[in-house]
């Protein structure tokens, strides 16, 4: 059976900084991937030494998602709304913006996608969205219902071929205990782990999904460098840096930091529930 997979994530980098070791693996495990990015990553901030690409950044972030998804081993799909900052930039109200999109519009689109690919596997952001981005969690908001529009004969008929339901519909998941492990990083290091971020408005200690609302880990020890090479090329928003990371032995990065978490949505799972594997029984 062709196995195929497609994650609809807000931002360019998020599907390497994010969950590019997972995308990485069964890409190279033969899954065909799709990844489709929802803005244009022109809210994003711009990393030390990269201040002359801020007068074409749409166009210089195309570029390193270009290459990073071609570093990830997958197809790439835009959705090209704009991006947005967190919740009162006054970018946010832009009548293009992704978080102001119509949602039947929106949903529509997705539903087209899920038709023309049918993937057996649905990746997005968690309502949370990792760190409550009005961005990400637009992606929750629409992904959702489209997933299961997708397979209705009623719902947008004239969208697309013929309707298809995917299996599985996942959303990426920042656990709790990695979140530990970054504030004590943090404290250790001196800063302050309350006001993380370009506008320092990240609460770190508030982030984090409990273990036990987390039911698949992927190992991408292997695809550690491929993760590595897709998020270096986003380097106007400080892929390839190394952050405090430099201070801790691959090894031991690799041993500590080398999973990727998920919950799953559908078909919903239990309390405890723990696969390591999203296409395992599918
Ligand atoms: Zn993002």
Known sequence: MSRTLLTILAHPDDESFGIGGTLAK????????HICIAT????????????????????????????????????????DYRD???????GNDHPEAWINSDDDEAIGRIVQLIREIRPNIVITHDETGGYFHPDHIRCWEIVT?????????????????????????????????????????MRLR?????????????DLTRLGIPPKKIHARIDYRH??????????????????????SQWIPIWIQKRLLAKESFMRAYPPAPDGFRENDLFERV
């Open 26 to 33: 069964y890409a190279a495990e033969g899954v065909d991937v």
């Open 40 to 79: 244009d990553g022109v809210a994003g901030s711009v990393a030390k030494g990269h201040e002359q690409s801020k007068s074409e950044l749409v166009a210089v972030r195309r570029r390193e998602l270009d290459e990073a998804v071609a570093v990830l081993g997958a197809t790439l799909h835009r959705l």
């Open 84 to 90: 947005s900052g967190m919740t009162g930039d006054p």
């Open 145 to 185: 219902p489209a997933f299961f529009a997708a397979g209705n004969p009623e719902q947008y008929p004239e969208i697309g071929p013929a309707p298809f339901q995917p299996a599985r519909l996942y959303y990426t998941a920042f656990p709790n205990t990695l979140v530990k492990f970054f504030v004590l990083m």
């Open 190 to 202: 001196g800063k302050d782990p309350t006001k993380v971020g370009r506008n320092e408005d990240i």
């Open 223 to 244: 695809y550690w460098d491929v993760k590595r090479a897709a998020s270096a090329a986003h380097a106007s928003q400080g892929g390839g840096q190394m952050g405090f």
